[in-house]
């Protein structure tokens, strides 16, 4: 009996401490067995027993200071914790950085590390306006970009001996809006709040250093992160797909990467949004404190979400927004593309739904936000109609509707192309709808956009404004009279991050028939 009750007791144990672990919300952002995720010199960094170890020797020093980025995604609100052992010279982990000008180089806020225990425990700015707290420092950054400390964690000496020197310690970094707080062992080494709104930054890379000089090695395992909620902002997920189609054509990375971009320069002081580029995200903790997210990429089997419709539906439990742009409205009919009508409130259904080129006229819109600021426009693109919506249009409002010419049913019946009843509808002359938003009966909110088969479509500011009016509302934003207005993007701005993408191949010339 004794026996039992200890195997109950241990399998009880294990059970809570096995709750607990998944309760605490971090995620594993190192597999521990390879560089999978990251990006760095692999000639510097290599994945070992558990652990990401980064060496410099005398036979090849390195001339700058180098990094290993997380490749998978960037880091906004957020606690980190992670071990870290250093058998020399100096090293640091990067937070909320940016690119610097040399390869594999990062600027920005440094969890600093030394072998020496000088350092360790501050807050310094590489390349980035220097020290910004050290160690036993509380400190407010001003406008002017220079720390004034403001209080005392303790003395840094003492501080500094909670750090065990050559051994493993834990690091715990803890980013809520515009401070950061910096614990090594449990123990609070610094905190830095940065009111220098013209230099601060909110999210970026996240990264470890090799420092310059003298040969070093360092060593950082159990890494893992957590997302904190956005309490001043609405956070924007945008899932980019991968290249496709001709240039200048689904260019889901491009147009992704230029909406969020103008909703961080012009509405940051109400949004903060990120793009995973390339398909689903690889990052874990992508969806944790996002308050929408919006796929722009290919359909049918290729569509991102295809094989993740339990984040879908994880999503829409917590009343997170879900929007879709252009080829992602389709899944394939069934099961993906009820989750997608769940979703946003419609999707394209094959054998039903078409797919033509035409020029959409939008003369009247509906009194409703995501119609703000939007004014009659003509303009060419893809534009699906025709879409399998939720029942009785229930939750649904059209945003962009217009009539579908004639020319639009030349194609004979197919999949995608045509079928009887949509003739029949374009005969009437039935206004279709092409921009819709939808309150999802659980709660949460969702848009499909047909439009943006042409990226230059971008530059038309109601389509544009009618796209991202759609991403602010969903995401739970008060849409102004004039609408979240962002400036016609310049052929610069259109350009930039465009896929390389290969010429398609010329269609085989049909065979002569053989004279008899």
Not at 73 to 84: A, M, P, Q, T
Not at 191 to 207: F, K, M, N, Q, Y
Request: hydrophobic fraction near 35%; charged fraction near 25%.
């Amino acid at each position: 009996m004794i026996r039992l009750i200890t195997a109950f007791t241990f399998f009880l144990l294990l059970s809570i401490s096995a709750s607990m672990a998944q309760e605490d919300g971090f995620s594993s952002i190192f597999d521990g067995k390879s560089l999978d995720g990251w990006k760095g010199d692999t000639s510097l960094w290599h994945a070992v027993d558990g652990m990401i170890v980064g060496e410099t020797s005398a036979e090849k020093p390195i001339t700058y200071n180098q990094f290993l980025q997380w490749a998978d995604g960037e880091v906004d609100d957020f606690e980190l914790k992670l071990e870290f052992k250093i058998e020399s010279g100096n090293s640091g982990i990067q937070i909320r950085s940016f690119e610097g000008g040399n390869p594999n180089s990062l600027r920005g806020y440094q969890a600093d590390i030394d072998f020496g225990g000088n350092w360790v425990g501050t807050n310094y700015g590489e390349g980035f306006r220097g020290v910004l707290a050290k160690r036993g420092e509380k400190t407010v950054i001003n406008e002017d970009g220079k720390p004034e400390i403001t209080g005392s964690l303790g003395d840094p000496k003492e501080l500094g001996s909670h750090v065990k020197k050559g051994d493993w310690n834990e690091y715990h970094i803890i980013a809520k809006g515009f401070t950061i707080v910096q614990k090594i062992n449990g123990h609070t080494m610094s905190e830095v709040t940065d009111e220098d709104t013209d230099t601060r930054r909110r999210a970026g890379l996240l990264g470890f250093q090799l420092h310059v000089g003298q040969p070093m090695k360092v060593a950082f395992r159990k890494i893992r992160l957590k997302r904190l909620p956005l309490k001043d902002v609405k956070k924007i997920v945008f899932v980019a797909g991968k290249p496709s189609h001709p240039a200048r054509t689904h260019e889901h990375n491009a147009g992704s990467l230029l909406l969020a971009s103008q909703l961080n320069k012009h509405h940051g002081e109400q949004i903060l949004a990120t793009v995973y580029q390339n398909g689903w995200p690889s990052d874990p903790t992508a969806f944790q404190n996002a308050d929408a997210m919006v796929m722009f990429a290919d359909g049918g089997q290729r569509h991102p979400a295809f094989f993740h419709l339990k984040t879908l539906a994880d999503l829409r439990k917590r009343k997170v927004g879900i929007g879709a742009i252009h080829y992602a409205v389709e899944m394939v009919p069934g099961e993906t593309n009820d989750a997608l009508i769940q979703s946003i409130g419609g999707a394209f259904e094959i054998d039903y739904s078409v797919n033509p080129h035409w020029v959409a006229d939008y003369k009247t819109f509906p009194d409703h936000p995501v119609a703000n600021g939007v004014k009659p426009f003509a303009i060419e693109d893809e534009w699906y109609f025709n879409m399998r919506f939720a029942e009785g249009m229930k939750g649904v409002t059209p945003i962009l509707s217009a009539v579908a010419p004639a020319e639009t049913m030349s194609r004979p019946d197919g999949h995608h192309s045509g079928n009887p009843e949509v003739r029949k509808m374009v005969a009437k002359g039935e206004k279709q709808h092409l921009c819709w938003v939808y309150e999802r009966p659980e709660g949460g909110r969702g848009f499909g956009f047909t439009g943006c088969h042409n990226h230059d479509n971008w530059a038309n500011d109601s389509f544009r404004t009618a796209a991202v009016n759609a991403i602010g509302w969903i995401a739970g934003i008060k849409i102004p009279a004039e609408g979240l207005s962002t400036p016609t993007p310049s052929k610069e701005q259109l350009d930039a991050n465009l896929d390389p993408k290969p010429p398609r191949k010329p269609k085989p010339k049909p065979k002569k028939a053989k004279a008899k």
